[in-house]
């Protein structure tokens, strides 16, 4: 069973402050890796992809591979209110099949 | 245009209804998904169309039948549906087929379906 699990939260943090969401997967063989966000009622929108070890920045948006340790993080620098959302992570698996997987999301509320 | 649509937004339906669920991109994108979403959960895939043949269809019950008109074009044909089919049904492109390995999938807005 090929695996993707996140900390359901749900995570609070203050505005102004730095949001960690985190994910590990199973599939040791996984090749790129997404962060959704999705608000409530609406449809997941992609906010960051990764595909090699190491950090790619989008603005206030940081994601962070670990191949090795088969974890991928999701840092929100400056986090306002607009960004309380569920943050889904999403592996894409190895093998013919080629879905992606997705965790159970993290509720990230940020308090004014 | 970097979207993809679905029509309708809402849809109440009867158990002994039947109605189609309608996805559009022109993004070019060679393979479109239908997934599941329930409330408080992540989305659960349905079907792939990889270059509009159907490539993966993840032991869906038969009262769901999807098609892929053309390139740009996905229905989800319902027909005889639960009250536990009740969910928001999202489609997504990505751009390559099914076996590219960096393959974005954009979501749709997604349909609200209730059955009675």
Redesign the interface.
Known sequence: QKEVEQNSGPLSVPEGAIASLNCTYSDRGS??F?W?RQYSG?????IM?I?SNGDKEDGRFTAQLNKASQYVSLLIRDSQPSDSATY?C?V?SSGS????T????TQLTVLP | DTEVTQTPKHLVMGMTNKKSLKCEQHMGHRAMYWYKQKAKKPPELMFVYSYEKLSINESVPSRFSPECPNSSLLNLHLHALQPEDSALYLCASSPGGRESAYNEQFFGPGTRLTVL
């Open positions: 090749q790129s997404f959704y609406k449809s997941p929108e992609l992809s595909y889904l999403a894409r099949a080629r879905q992606l997705f965790g159970s999301g």
